[in-house]
């Protein structure tokens, strides 16, 4: 069974920066397509990024502000968010294939 653990959420100002991280148990992000989703209140998850080994596919909403990146040697895949917006608040959660982490929650407000 693998476990998946995100870490880097919190309070964040309007305009600011957290990178997220997601540890998995085993050596699974070169086998699959790793993916950073968010829930907000009241609404559907989305899908914010993804990476496989072709490349990298985001959200229309965070282009040019989010990135998603992998190191397999640490078995962990991170999503770097810059110029967050108060809508960028929502708990997010790392997916690889189907499994899930609990999630970490990032709050963007002045």
């Known amino acids: 069974q693998v476990q998946l653990v995100e870490s880097g959420g919190g309070l964040v100002q309007p305009g600011g920066s957290l ?16 993916g950073w989703y968010r829930q907000a209140p009241g609404k ?20 040019g502000r989010f990135t998603i990146s992998t190191d397999n040697a640490k078995n962990t895949v991170y999503l770097q968010m810059n110029s967050l917006k108060p809508e960028d608040t929502a708990v997010y959660y790392c997916n690889v294939w189907a499994w899930w982490g609990k999630g970490t929650l990032v709050t963007v407000s002045s």
């Open 19 to 34: 990178r997220l991280s997601c540890a998995a148990s085993g050596s699974i992000f070169s086998r699959y397509v790793t």
């Open 44 to 63: 559907q998850r989305e899908l914010v990024a993804a990476i496989t080994s072709g490349g990298t596919n985001y959200a229309d909403s965070v282009k």
